[in-house]
């Protein structure tokens, strides 16, 4: 997914473009809508002259940064007189009834630089939710170890997979690059490898551990087995559902390593299941180039 970085004067002139949108004549207040609507807010009372407001009336704008899933949207939608955001995704099962930009990119706004900070704010609310007190002392750094665990965990999310000859692999890299050496290779026998990883079900959050076989019949050319294992977990490394999982890898390796058949094979727990009492393991596999 592409990244976008806002900064502070295009966050401005977004919000500039979205006062253009906005119906003057039904607005006498603004409502920010936490936690990045509340800048938005701000912004657009300081350019338009309009007081902001904690009470959302018939007359008041509901504002936030970026109509995503459309969840949040949802709980606004019918309040006030409308709604408006700078950003709106393709996927949004609710849209706003004024934005600025549709963007399928991962949207980066300014007071968001520190992603642990925005982290360990959710991580805080969600203690508060569930009735723990955050200041207590076996709680008060959770919030900082979640943050730090979860920026381990996903990083599938901000590194890449590249390709690179021997040569290539002795220049520097950058630290959001992992590198996947190949090699020539004569042989054509299946070369099988077994991997045992972590990843996480994208509708819970919740752990799903897998053993992962992969098969390669090589063509002329083939990476090394610890690079298999950098290609799975990569793909485990942000929140997934195994079957599309399955079969990215095959994918990728079909793709990148051009083998002459390639056999992927995930059997995975899901915790999610098995906290609610049903069974939790899940076979998949997904083959490519070969009958």
Known sequence: ???????????????????????????????GIPRGGQYVALMLSEISGIPMTNEITEDTIIVDDVADSGSTLARYHGKGCGVATLHVKPHSVVKPHFWVKETEAWLIYPWETNSDETIKDSVLRILELIG???????????PHRVARLYNNLFYGYRKKLVVMNEEERNTKIDKDII????????????LIRQVNCVSHCEHHIAIFPMRVWVGIIPDKKLMGMNKIDKVVKYFAARL????RMTN?????????IKPKGVVVVIKGVHYCAELQGDSGNFTTSSVKGVS
């Open 1 to 31: 997914m592409n990244k976008i970085k806002i900064s502070w004067k295009e966050f401005k002139d977004l919000v500039e473009q979205l006062d253009k949108k906005i119906l003057r004549s039904k607005v006498s207040y603004i409502y």
């Open 132 to 142: 723990e007190n955050p200041n207590r002392e076996g709680i008060k750094y959770t």
């Open 248 to 256: 990215q890898v095959a994918e990728w390796i079909n793709d990148n």
């Open 240 to 243: 997934q559902i195994q079957e």
């Open 179 to 190: 590198p996947i050496t190949i090699f020539k290779n004569e042989s054509d026998e299946m």
